[in-house]
């Protein structure tokens, strides 16, 4: 529940203070090692020392009782090598302590250049880390800033005017049409206008030229010499023909 909850504060805090704060305890952790190393390797000393002063005292002592044996010293011999029994058992003794003490100094030393190296990895890290903590935080910021522009007023304005300049497309549209189909209108009268007076200038023709025979103006009326019968000429007759046809599809 502890480290549970610890997670769910963590994700509160800043990166890069937790950062820093990372790097701050890992050198602190180094320190402490260094420390402990320290301390250890000067216990390891004095076992070392004293495993050495055992050791001597027993070969002295083994010394002494080959020199008393030599003198026919038998007892004294004999207490000399009880001696030399007990500095030999002590540097036994020690001496497991010290292959004891070696193999935890040999441990701490592993784990201070672990740890080391950890630092030093975290130190190159750290800069890029907060690089990208500094970025996502502006990223957020800039997130935030967009959620709270409203837009939706501006984009309805728009499309109201969207809306409103196509609405007055089409009304122009729709005039120009008017004003094209107005002017098509007029000309379609004043050609109707023209069909109308050529009619009735037909019909005043024909209407001239049924009176007693008579050709349209511009003509005189001759006689054949040798027949008697009036003399009709063909362009005229042609073009009558035409004019008549015309007034019958009238």
Same mark, same amino acid.
């Given at each position: 529940?502890?480290?549970? =909850?610890?997670?769910?504060?963590?994700?509160?805090?800043?990166?890069?203070?937790?950062?820093?704060?990372?790097?701050?305890?890992?050198?602190?952790?180094?320190?402490?090692?260094?420390?402990?190393?320290?301390?250890?390797?000067?216990?390891?000393?004095?076992?070392?020392?004293?495993?050495?002063?055992?050791?001597?005292?027993?070969?002295?002592?083994?010394?002494?009782?080959?020199?008393?044996?030599?003198?026919?010293?038998? &007892?004294?011999?004999?207490?000399?090598?009880?001696?030399?029994?007990?500095?030999?058992?002590?540097?036994?003794?020690?001496?497991?302590?010290?292959?004891?003490?070696?193999?935890?100094?040999?441990?701490?030393?592993?784990?201070?250049?672990?740890?080391?190296?950890?630092?030093?990895? =975290?130190?190159?890290?750290?800069?890029?880390?907060?690089?990208? =903590?500094?970025?996502?935080?502006?990223?957020?910021?800039?997130?935030?800033?967009?959620?709270?522009?409203?837009?939706?007023? =501006?984009?309805?304005?728009?499309?109201?005017?969207?809306?409103?300049?196509?609405?007055?497309?089409?009304?122009?549209?729709?005039?120009?049409?008017?004003?094209?189909?107005?002017?098509?209108?007029?000309?379609?009268?004043?050609?109707?206008?023209?069909?109308?007076? &050529?009619?009735?200038?037909?019909?005043?023709?024909?209407?001239?030229?049924?009176?007693?025979?008579?050709?349209?103006?511009?003509?005189?009326?001759?006689?054949?010499?040798?027949?008697?019968?009036?003399?009709?000429?063909?362009?005229?007759?042609?073009?009558? &023909?035409?004019?008549?046809?015309?007034?019958? &599809?009238?």
């Amino acid at each position: 529940m502890q480290s549970y =909850a610890n997670a769910i504060i963590s994700t509160f805090e800043d990166p890069e203070k937790i950062l820093e704060q990372a790097v701050l305890e890992m050198n602190d952790d180094l320190t402490k090692m260094r420390q402990a190393t320290a301390q250890v390797l000067a216990s390891q000393k004095r076992l070392e020392n004293k495993y050495k002063a055992a050791e001597q005292a027993s070969e002295e002592w083994y010394r002494k009782a080959q020199l008393a044996l030599q003198k026919g010293e038998e &007892d004294l011999a004999r207490e000399a090598l009880k001696r030399r029994k007990s500095y030999a058992d002590n540097a036994s003794s020690l001496k497991a302590q010290l292959d004891q003490q070696k193999s935890v100094v040999d441990n701490l030393v592993s784990n201070t250049r672990l740890l080391e190296s950890k630092i030093q990895e =975290a130190r190159s890290k750290k800069d890029t880390l907060k690089a990208r =903590a500094q970025s996502a935080k502006t990223s957020t910021k800039v997130s935030e800033m967009l959620g709270n522009v409203n837009t939706s007023g =501006a984009l309805s304005a728009f499309e109201k005017m969207e809306e409103k300049v196509m609405a007055m497309e089409s009304q122009a549209e729709a005039l120009g049409q008017l004003t094209s189909d107005d002017l098509e209108g007029k000309f379609a009268m004043l050609e109707s206008s023209s069909v109308d007076d &050529d009619l009735a200038n037909l019909k005043k023709e024909l209407s001239v030229g049924s009176k007693k025979g008579e050709l349209p103006p511009g003509r005189s009326s001759t006689t054949s010499a040798n027949t008697g019968i009036p003399f009709r000429d063909v362009e005229i007759e042609r073009e009558l &023909d035409q004019l008549r046809q015309r007034a019958k &599809d009238f």
